[in-house]
């Protein structure tokens, strides 16, 4: 019973920034494993980040650590992606996830999350 909408995203040039937004609904989302996934045209979806319960652990790909930052505000229901020092493989939609407990498997596994947002479009050019 929890519903992701994604916003954020857009089209800037290699070396650039972009915050994105996921707002959830449900009064269960503070429980929740959150996480950010991307799919480019023609590729498996991968984990980006991941962030549990009050912010307690956050983990990331090895393609995005040091540049993304994933942080999540409880009381206004938001999950958010800040990206820095984007690069062109960094293009790809980008997903908001969500799982309740008892939380299972890797986080950077998409089979693991049970809600997911319609995703919004990164675009990131040379």
């Known amino acids: 019973q929890v519903q992701l909408v994604e916003s954020g995203g857009g089209s800037v040039q290699a070396g650039g920034s972009l915050r994105l937004s996921c707002v959830a609904s449900g009064y269960a989302y503070r429980r929740y494993r959150m996480g950010w996934f991307r799919q480019a045209p023609g590729k498996e979806r991968e984990g980006v980040a991941a962030i549990y319960i009050d912010s307690s652990s956050t983990y990331y790909a090895d393609s995005v650590k040091g540049r993304f930052t994933i942080s999540r505000d409880n009381a206004e229901n938001t999950l958010y992606l800040q990206m820095n020092s984007l690069k062109p493989e960094d293009t790809a939609m980008y997903y908001c996830?969500?799982?309740?407990?008892?939380?299972?498997?890797?986080?950077?596994?998409?089979?693991?999350?049970?809600?997911w947002g319609q995703g919004t479009q990164v675009t990131v050019s040379s």
């Open positions: 996830a969500a799982t309740p407990p008892p939380y299972g498997g890797a986080w950077y596994m998409a089979v693991e999350y049970n809600y």
